[in-house]
């Protein structure tokens, strides 16, 4: 199991604090509007970025999110083969460079959304929440569950050929919040039997899942009976490490070892399970001294979370079965 952590594209005091915790797999997300260069499709984009990370002392393991507008593909718009042929581009960059793992959603319209990024959590720390209630009333769907699962389908089986030829593995995220529709826009990843349904459709050893634990327990799914299940079928590429207060309609983050989850049996089971794949912790509270302006994504609350990961896993090497 290696340990991650998802930086940004271009270096800061962050990507300092991670190598002097030890951590060397690097996840970003190389957009264009966050790299200030073409999209990773391009090839000496994405040799660029790899190179960046490689003389900072980082393998540059995974791209995670939209790389770039994904929204002609997720909503079926005209010009969606053009988007699809550069996702395939991207792909076989990703290969050529030995970047073996993309983590993607489906989510159209909206990406991962709260409706507050100020939650006091403990000791004053700031934390997201969601709370449907405190959303204005769903207005009507701009396409249907079903034409979503169809753009998806469209999607996933014209790229998964050179991700296979890549060797690129493709973890597909659950939405964040798992909920059945936001803003106007159905949401699909939002249940263990939509990952079936989804890795069916892409009928590929090179589709799998990155499961985000929180969202499999906003689901209300039996997240230890999943992880065994995607470990034994191979399909656990990726594993987002946070936990959360509450359900998929109203939940509260927490650190990592402020929630009402067994995160130690967690990594127990993956251990037990043979998980060979790479795990970050994923949103973290912000903490004092720091800005709140990229909730989840501040620096102390993820040197707290390299540093609890990694003293479990410690623990677990000596603790034998
Ligand atoms: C996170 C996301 O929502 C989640 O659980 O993993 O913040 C994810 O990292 C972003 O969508 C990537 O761009
Ligand atoms: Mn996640």
């Not at 962050?14 to 060397?24: C, I, M, S």
């Not at 490689?54 to 994904?70: N, S, T, V």
């Not at 396409?143 to 597909?172: C, Q, T």
């Not at 997240?223 to 207060?245: G, M, N, S, T, Y």
């Amino acid at each position: 199991m290696k340990l991650g952590l998802m930086l940004p594209v271009k270096p800061d005091i962050r990507w300092v604090l991670a190598r002097q915790v030890g951590v060397e797999y690097a996840i970003t997300k190389a957009a264009p509007e966050l790299s200030g260069q073409l999209p990773p499709w391009d090839f000496e984009s994405l040799h660029s970025v790899k190179t960046r990370f490689a003389e900072q002392g980082f393998r540059l393991w995974a791209l995670e999110g939209d790389e770039f507008d994904m929204s002609r593909i997720k909503l079926g718009l005209p010009g969606r083969d053009e988007d699809i042929e550069h996702y395939c581009m991207m792909l076989r960059n990703m290969g050529r460079l030995e970047i073996p793992l993309l983590c993607l959603n489906f989510m159209a319209g909206v990406g991962w959304y709260r409706t507050r990024v100020d939650l006091p959590e403990r000791g004053g720390a700031l934390t997201s929440e969601f709370d449907r209630a405190a959303m204005p009333p769903e207005p009507e769907l701009k396409l249907s569950h079903e034409e979503l699962w169809s753009n998806f389908e469209y999607f996933i089986r014209a790229v998964i050929p050179a991700a296979e030829e890549a060797g690129v593995k493709m973890g597909l995220h659950p939405d964040d919040p798992p909920i059945e529709r936001l803003c106007g826009y159905p949401r699909i990843l939002t249940s263990a039997a939509a990952f079936r349904r989804a890795l069916a459709l892409a009928a590929s050893p090179n589709c799998g899942v990155t499961f985000c634990q929180a969202n499999f327990r906003a689901m209300g799914e039996d997240v230890p009976a999943l992880i065994e299940e995607f470990c034994r079928k191979k399909q656990l590429f990726f594993f987002h490490f946070r936990d959360i207060e509450g359900t998929a309609e109203h939940f509260r983050e927490t650190f990592h070892d402020n929630g009402p989850t067994d995160m130690a049996k967690l990594l127990k089971l993956l251990k037990e399970n043979g998980f060979d794949g790479i795990l970050r912790p994923d949103h973290t509270p912000t903490m004092a001294t720091e800005e709140n302006c990229e909730p989840g994504y501040a620096m102390l609350g993820n040197l707290f979370a390299v540093g609890y990961i990694r003293g479990i896993l410690d623990a677990l090497k000596t603790i034998e079965k």
